[in-house]
């Protein structure tokens, strides 16, 4: 089996649901996130009030090529890892992509208690969610398999991808 790459909109449960797939599946789980932070040596918030978001996506860019040529792992990816064409081929060529969704207000509910989110350090955070979903939308639109998580458990969330899996095969 190839990678599994679980991409998405903050707040919609790619890493609890990725580390969760792992354990059921017998798979490694990685976040994205995580490993450029420990890269990195210090947080996402830092990077981007540091050096921007461009130097970050080149960073998960490169991030992203090592963990793509390992196999058998659950992949969380930061939210806007799809904005980049070639990040979208990458995970093609290594794995299944499956976008998870959610509603805005389920996003912002989600996401409220986390100040660590550099995006959504804004006045009006609905608006900003609302507004950042409509863009990326074409680009989550190419992922493989999309689930929608807003009412729907972990564990249910889970399930569905491991039936989704089956089908691929």
């Known amino acids: 089996m190839n990678n599994i790459y679980l991409v998405g909109f903050m707040g919609t449960g790619k890493t609890e649901v990725g580390k969760e797939l792992a354990k059921k599946k ?11 932070e420990l890269k990195q040596k210090r947080a996402i918030s830092d ?9 970050f996506r080149k960073v998960e860019k490169r991030v992203l090529k090592e ?3 390992e196999k058998k792992f659950v992949v969380a990816c930061g939210g806007g890892i799809v904005l ?8 093609k060529d290594a794995g299944l992509i ?6 805005p207000a389920v996003i912002l509910e989600r996401t409220s208690a986390y100040r660590h989110r550099p995006l959504l350090n804004v006045s009006n955070p609905r608006k900003q969610i609302e507004l950042l ?4 939308a074409p680009y989550y639109a190419q992922a493989d398999k999309t ?7 972990i564990r249910e969330v889970v399930d ?10």
Do not use: H, W
């Open 26 to 36: 017998k798979l490694q789980f990685v976040d994205l996130d995580e490993l450029i």
């Open 47 to 55: 990077i981007f009030a540091k050096d921007g978001e461009p130097y």
């Open 67 to 69: 963990v793509s040529k």
């Open 84 to 91: 980049d064409k070639d990040n979208i081929k990458i995970m």
């Open 98 to 103: 499956i976008c998870l969704t959610a509603s």
């Open 133 to 136: 979903l409509k863009f990326r």
């Open 147 to 153: 689930i929608d998580t807003s009412r729907i458990s």
């Open 160 to 169: 569905k991808i491991i039936k989704l899996i089956r089908e691929e095969k």
